[in-house]
């Protein structure tokens, strides 16, 4: 398969907006049938988005996201490539996202990708226009058709021209789908503006059809709930003609390049050879007409396609060898400055020598591998490397992202942290290989573990919530997590208060003895009548801010982390609650419960299962976690415990659930009947109308008012509730602009003595992110008076 790849001279860029937007089938199909190099330029990393296997939100989901991006691309062979845009959430019109991202700045992204890349032909996920089903989507292809045409034209930003020339891609189509076109299949018969591929055929090298491909890589989406049961046989996929040259039945009618085109008759020559007589029973067989190749490779001028023909050479070569290389860390992590002690293993398992000549340039003389004997060699340097954290986010962003270093643009993840270069010779030949340094171990109920090995400051500091609310003289005790990078630590820190906030003590002196070691320290703070919202900052010794530290962690994935500065919200807030326990079942995971904790409630947080033996009639109110049916079906099994719970005087509040695009008004749970519909309202500013101004919810134990709407972020709901049983009363009404006005954020009925609450609003991404009204409004939710 990789010999194919590297003989073929086709290119495929597919455009769209988001992680888990690509037809990863149709990707699949282009990498391993058509053999083409394919890539995914996603706008966006995500962000915005939910999380339904972790607490993962904004910046950090976006990490997880780019991650399972690239878990993906490692199924179907394609590359994965982003703009600068920042997923900011759900987006009713191409409008909004391009005025929030700067257009300009974007389309420069999309050009850069098509001049750099240089594919014959550009397959959009999404119609240029509002059946995209999103602003972000549509956006994506309305950039794609501008950039399509803008690549090609030597006047659009010239220092890119400059860089990497223009290109002139042969055609721009859309890759179809029902859920847009519902009637594509029927359009597209006997359409000269269409292209019908069956991709579902089945590749005996691989073993399985790229369909089946194209679903496995799809299921890494995991964290969007994109699992998918494994698709085999036809599966027919329709590209409608956008612009450029319109095309019979395949991507590449126009793509005449050869080798001998590009470079000489000798290289094609050589190609065509090695792809008609490769052995696959003796490969080490083919390492002579492989580096003949690779010579000729080196030869070329630079193009879009010498870097990776070469690279994969020198994969294949490496394969075809069976030589093993990779170096090694003694631990996942190193401050800077650091020694680290490391150590390179390289194993020949072929019978063609193969001589260690230098690492890093310096070797004292050449090293003969012998065959299945694993040279090892102890390499210690010192960490010079910057921290570890991921390269978009080591300036503040808002809607777009800042990028510093210019070879950072366009790429899916950072270099690794640390690499070293190996330089082996073969053949009179000489190879170069760049390995990663990885930390290993074994984990006893999974085998071999490992992760790449990061840089890191010498401590980090996390405190235990993200943001606090307090009332006027009110004082909380916090606890600060340290971690240590490094042995016997003896370090001052301050900690600086928001205007007219205590903390006390201001000063700590930190002391370990032990790398990894974890401690914590416990500070008081202090609410004013005059404190006023802010940052609590900790600042070292010379008074630089310090880092928190970020993991995450999932099998699918690398660990990856993450290095923020060590802050935490302050916020003032005279939010009353009626006292009581409160219950919070599980859904996906959320930080929901630590948000009612902070009120003064009582949280006890279970899973579903606990259901079974748990005793409602103690609690106040019952919450139920977000996405609860979607994640825990089996929920449905306990609906008439809680409804019964309900009816002899409890308090329910069900937060939201989704529905798919085949159920959009699926029928719902509840005492009483509802839908769920996939309505919301996207404009966090969105002016809200009281639709019950009297009614308790908006009156006790706090006062519900305009004000307690200022200041939301990212949206006000998402999911509402739609035809709803006329016993439920609508209590807001929110607007996006030029939408129709939505009242099912949050309804509520009373049922026998108790009280039933549906909410669709994103209390979920709210209440982490210290919204005042919303942490006011949900205490009055579960403030509950049952019935006398």
Not at 48 to 77: C, H, M, P, W, Y
Not at 569 to 579: F, G, R
Not at 584 to 604: K, M, N, W
Not at 653 to 666: D, F, G, H, W
Request: glycine share 6%.
């Amino acid at each position: 398969m990789d010999v194919q790849k590297m003989y073929s001279l086709k290119k495929v860029l597919y455009i769209a907006a988001h992680p888990d937007d690509e037809n990863t089938r149709a990707l699949a199909y282009f990498s391993l049938h058509d053999k083409a190099e394919t890539a995914y330029f996603s706008l966006t990393r995500g962000d915005g988005g939910q999380n339904l296997i972790g607490k993962e939100l904004s910046e950090d989901l976006g990490v997880l996201r780019t991650q399972e991006l690239l878990s993906a691309r490692s199924f179907d062979g394609a590359e994965q490539y982003f703009s600068r845009a920042v997923d900011f959430g759900f987006s009713k019109s191409a409008k909004e996202s391009l005025e929030k991202w700067g257009e300009e700045l974007i389309l420069s992204d999309v050009v850069l990708m098509i001049r750099k890349f240089k594919p014959d032909v550009i397959i959009t996920r999404f119609p240029p226009d509002e059946r995209a089903g999103h602003g972000h989507h549509t956006a994506s292809a309305l950039l794609a058709i501008e950039a399509f045409n803008l690549a090609a034209d030597p006047k659009y930003l010239p220092e890119q021209v400059a860089l990497y020339g223009t290109w002139q891609c042969t055609s721009i189509y859309w890759n179809s789908s029902t859920w847009s076109n519902p009637n594509v299949a029927e359009e597209a018969q006997n359409n000269p503006n269409y292209i019908i591929k069956n991709i579902g055929g089945y590749d005996p090298l691989l073993g399985m059809s790229y369909n089946e491909v194209g679903t496995i890589a799809r299921s890494q989406h995991k964290c969007q709930g994109f699992g998918a049961i494994v698709e085999r046989g036809e599966q027919v996929e329709y590209f409608e003609y956008l612009g450029g040259k319109k095309l019979q039945n395949d991507f590449f009618e126009y793509n005449t390049k050869t080798w001998k085109s590009l470079a000489n008759e000798k290289l094609q020559q050589a190609m065509d050879a090695l792809l008609q007589n490769f052995n696959f029973v003796h490969p080490e067989k083919n390492v002579t007409a492989l580096l003949g190749i690779k010579t000729q490779l080196e030869s070329l001028p630079n193009s879009a396609f010498k870097e990776e023909k070469l690279n994969l050479c020198v994969q294949i070569i490496q394969a075809c060898l069976g030589l093993y290389a990779e170096v090694l860390s003694d631990d996942f992590a190193y401050a800077l400055g650091e020694e680290m002690t490391l150590e390179l293993q390289v194993l020949n398992r072929s019978d063609i020598p193969v001589t260690l000549v230098s690492i890093d340039g310096n070797i004292d003389k050449a090293i003969l591998l012998n065959k299945d004997k694993t040279y090892k060699q102890k390499i210690t340097v010192k960490n010079e490397a910057s921290l570890s954290t991921p390269y978009w986010l080591t300036q503040p962003f808002t809607n777009t992202f800042t990028v510093e270093d210019a070879d950072n643009f366009l790429r899916a993840e950072n270099k690794p942290s640390f690499t070293h270069e190996l330089k082996l010779e073969v053949g009179g030949s000489l190879l170069t290989l760049q390995l990663p340094v990885k930390y290993k171990w074994r984990d006893p109920a999974y085998g071999e573990r490992e992760r790449p090995t990061v840089s890191t400051p010498d401590y980090t500091i996390n405190f235990d919530e993200k943001s606090i609310i307090l009332k006027a003289g009110e004082t909380k005790t916090l606890a600060l997590k340290l971690h240590a990078f490094k042995d016997n630590l003896d370090e001052k820190i301050s900690l600086k208060a928001p205007e007219a906030w205590t903390i006390y003590p201001s000063e700590i002196q930190l002391e370990s003895t032990k790398k990894h070691q974890e401690f914590f320290v416990n500070v008081q703070i202090q609410a004013s009548e005059s404190s006023r919202r802010g940052q609590v900052l900790i600042l070292n010794k010379d008074g630089e801010e310090l880092k928190s530290y970020t993991e995450i962690a999932y099998d699918h994935i690398p660990t990856q982390v993450i290095f923020k500065p060590a802050v935490l919200e302050c916020i003032k807030l005279d939010a009353q609650i009626k006292n009581g326990k409160i219950a919070y079942i599980r859904g996906a995971e959320d930080v929901v419960p630590e948000a009612i904790a902070q009120l003064g409630f009582e949280v006890e947080v279970f899973q579903v299962a606990d259901l079974a033996t748990l005793d409602l009639s103690t609690y106040q109110s019952v919450v139920l976690g977000i996405r609860i049916y979607n994640v825990a079906s089996e929920l449905s099994n306990f609906d008439e415990k809680l409804f019964a719970y309900v009816k002899d005087g409890g308090n329910l509040v069900m937060q939201y659930n989704t529905a798919s695009r085949s159920t959009p008004n699926l029928k719902f749970g509840g005492p009483l009947p509802f839908e769920l519909s996939r309505n919301r309202v996207t404009e966090e500013d969105a002016p809200v109308t009281f639709l019950a101004p009297s009614h308790p919810i908006m009156n006790y134990p706090n006062k519900i008012t305009q004000k307690d709407f200022d200041n939301w972020v990212q949206e006000r709901g998402l999911y509402f509730a739609a035809n709803w049983d006329e016993r439920y009363k609508a209590l807001f009404s929110w607007q996006d602009e030029g939408d129709s006005a939505q009242e099912g954020a949050l309804i509520v009925a009373n049922y026998g003595k108790g009280r039933f609450v549906y909410t669709g609003i994103s209390f979920f991404r709210e209440l982490p992110n210290g919204v005042e009204g919303a942490y006011r409004l949900f205490a009055n939710l579960l403030s509950y008076e049952p019935k006398k």
